[in-house]
């Protein structure tokens, strides 16, 4: 577990998410009251907690922790952390509130997306009370001392995807929103999950991001980047890569997924990453070629 400083009141935890460090944090962040941002899974709650102690804040000063969507690696943890923290309350799309309080089902569809050797990284989801978890697509939280977040929908990834705009700083908090960046282990893409990716709702939310001018974005896989421009163009340029090797595959009619995956993020096998690089990068095969099969089915 490390925590480090990312502005002068956010801060972040990196929670060995997949039980690596430099794959996900829980972002801090503190006014007159705290909220979390991300949970990470219920693996790395230990962490989280513990990084909490190292800030010297107490469970008890927790009042929100905002998820930005219902994927175990960013809303996992949140049962857990809410058992944890008795005064904090969970914000997620309205849409995905259910999972939350009866996580069974979400949990099967992970294990079926992140495929059998990944999912023992993932652990086991807690249901939450309904009556503690809130509706996130109009939040705007007032913190104190000047520290504002609002929702800003970010539809691809997943359709009922958040980010969260900090008017202290201007930066966002951006989820899976553009893809990822984790530059310890020289890994940076987007991921196109099955069962519910979009393709054209990703693109139009990394165009619409680009309009925002903003000065950071805050990502749950890896960490703040000041360089937003070439993390934006970065993500779209290897969507690009990602449709075009689907739909080449599709018309020699031989989809297969492991192989077009190491086509597009060639990774050591025997790497200490090599899991969670087979895990994203199949999954984000698979949930673009079942977009795009539905599309052409839809479309005649």
């Known amino acids: 577990m490390e925590v480090f400083a990312v502005d002068h009141h956010i801060w972040a935890i990196d929670h060995e998410l997949l039980g690596l460090p430099g794959v996900g944090v829980t972002y801090v962040v503190r006014g007159e009251e705290i909220a979390l941002i991300e949970t990470g899974t219920a693996l790395t709650v230990p962490q989280t907690l513990a990084g909490l102690e190292a800030l010297g804040i107490?469970?008890?000063?927790v009042r929100h922790i905002l998820c930005t969507h219902i994927h175990m690696d960013h809303a996992g943890g949140a049962g857990h952390l809410a058992e944890a923290l008795p005064n904090a309350v969970v914000y997620i799309h309205s849409s995905m509130a259910e999972h939350?309080?009866?996580?069974?089902?979400?949990?099967?569809?992970?294990?079926?997306?992140?495929?059998e050797e990944a999912w023992p990284l993932h652990g086991e989801m807690l249901p939450i009370a309904a009556e503690r978890i809130r509706p996130a697509e109009h939040l705007h939280l007032d913190l104190g001392r000047d520290i504002i977040l609002t929702a800003i929908a970010t539809p691809g990834h997943s359709p009922d995807h958040l980010s969260y705009l900090d008017h202290k700083s201007g930066g966002l908090f951006i989820g899976d929103a553009a893809g990822l960046a984790m530059d310890?282990?020289?890994?940076?893409?987007p991921v196109?999950?099955?069962p519910?990716?979009?393709?054209?709702?990703?693109?139009?939310?990394?165009?619409?991001l680009r309009t925002l001018n903003l000065p950071r974005i805050y990502l749950t896989h890896y960490g703040p980047h000041?360089?937003?421009?070439?993390?934006?163009?970065r993500a779209a340029h290897r969507l690009d890569e990602l449709v075009d090797l689907v739909e080449r595959a599709l018309a020699d009619g031989d989809p297969d997924v492991a192989a077009l995956a190491a086509r597009w993020v060639p990774y050591p096998p025997d790497g200490p990453a090599g899991v969670v690089a087979r895990s994203w990068t199949q999954m984000s095969v698979a949930g673009l070629i079942r977009y795009e099969l539905k599309r052409r089915q839809a479309t005649g």
Do not use: C
């Open 100 to 115: 939350l309080a009866n996580p069974a089902k979400l949990m099967a569809s992970v294990r079926r997306a992140v495929g």
């Open 58 to 61: 107490e469970r008890e000063a």
């Open 226 to 233: 000041d360089d937003v421009t070439y993390q934006l163009d």
């Open 184 to 189: 310890r282990w020289g890994l940076a893409f």
């Open 196 to 208: 519910a990716y979009n393709l054209e709702a990703h693109r139009s939310t990394i165009a619409m």
């Open 192 to 194: 196109t999950p099955v």
